[in-house]
Each structure stands twice: as structure tokens, then as C-alpha cells.
């Protein structure tokens, strides 16, 4: 995945998803087994989404959400946005539990990074360690973000939601979400020396495993 910021439209198989899910959670205020089928559509994305920005807790964080998902489904409005955003608004608030470890994280992977192989002899080789490099940059980079920057931007970078589903997730309004990520990019483009971070070397994939 692309790291983008971009706000795609999510068309008809989207509003497919969020009328699904909505009666989903209809249904489970009744028959509370049937809340175990948003645990299957959505633990895994959470998990992973949880697992790039905090290793080593996704484990215990993704299931949090959904204890607290589902504790809370009586209290959820439809009005507020769809149960996939909502999901990712609970992870985002536990998230903040691990704002130290997040960036840790970050400052541990720019300092791997940041000197290239004494080895680097070939092309292929070269060119790795530059991207790894380059990673690190953006590593130290995100971790330089504030936290409303930082969440706000990978809400939409790596788990692709709309900036009308962050604004959802993170209850602030889309202009606030806009604003947002328009300052987080720019520090970004600053901290790369003005290199376009939505490059496929920003994937959130190969950050992912550059962090792993």
C-alpha cells in the first residue's frame, strides 16, 4: 500500500460494507453472537493497522477494541459515521496508551537506517540501503509528528480510510482532518529533503517490515 493521503471515494461497495455492518450491530443488540461477524471482518486490518505503529501489543490491543466495541454497541449512532471508522476511532484512543513505545519505535528504526552497509558493493545492494535509508528518514520523521498529526495521517495512509471516516474515527470535522494531514505531508516533504512521500518506497508494507 501507497502511502497516500489522498480522499478516494469509496462508491457503492463501500456503502454495501457500511449498510452490512450497520445491521450487523442491529442485530447483535438482540443476539449478541452476532457481533462475532465484525470480529471476523475487521480484527485482522486492526490488527495490523495496531502492530505498525505499536509492535508487540497488537495482540492484546486489537481484542481490546472489540471488547470495548462491543460493550459500547447500544450506545453506537450511525449518525457519526460507519462501524469500520468507529473501530478504528476505539483503536486510535488505545493507541494513545503507547504514545512513548510508537515513537520509540520510530527513533529505533531511523537510527538502523541511517548509515548504509559497508558492504554495499552492487546496484541492487546499493539501492536497498538507500531506500532503508530513506525509510529511516520518514520514520524519524513520523515520530517528530505531533499525535494529532500522526494519528490523523496514518488513519488514512495505512488503514485507507476516507478523510470523512477520520473525521468519524477521530470526532473533529473534515476541514480539521484536511488541515491536518496538509501539515503533516508538508513536514514530511521537509524532513525527506522535498522527496514525494507517497513514493512506493513509503509503502506502509515495507515500512512495516523494515520496523519487524
Known sequence: MILSTDD???????????????????????DP?????LYDRYFGELHRYAARRVDGTADD???????????QRGRYD???GSIRAWLYGITTHLIKRHRRAEVRGYRALARMSAEPPSDASDERLVARAAASAV?????????????????????????ELSQT????????????????LH????QLREALG????????FSGKEFRNERA
Open 78 to 80: 450511525p449518525a457519526r
Open 194 to 201: 522535498d522527496t514525494n512521500p507517497t513514493q512506493e518506497v
Open 8 to 30: 478516494t471515494p469509496g462508491g457503492e461497495l463501500r456503502l454495501s460494507a457500511e449498510h452490512r455492518d450497520a445491521e450487523t450491530l442491529r442485530r447483535s443488540r438482540t
Open 183 to 186: 501539515r503533516a505531508r508538508r
Open 61 to 71: 490491543l486489537a481484542a481490546e477494541v472489540f471488547l470495548i466495541a462491543f460493550s
Open 135 to 159: 525509510r529511516g528518514r520518514l520514520a524519524a520523521a513520523l515520530g517528530r509528528l505531533s499525535a494529532r498529526d500522526r494519528d490523523t495521517l496514518l488513519l488514512v495512509a495505512w488503514a
Open 33 to 37: 453472537e452476532a457481533f462475532a461477524e
Open 165 to 180: 471516516e477520520a473525521a468519524a474515527a477521530l470526532g473533529v470535522p473534515v476541514g480539521t482532518v484536511a488541515s491536518r
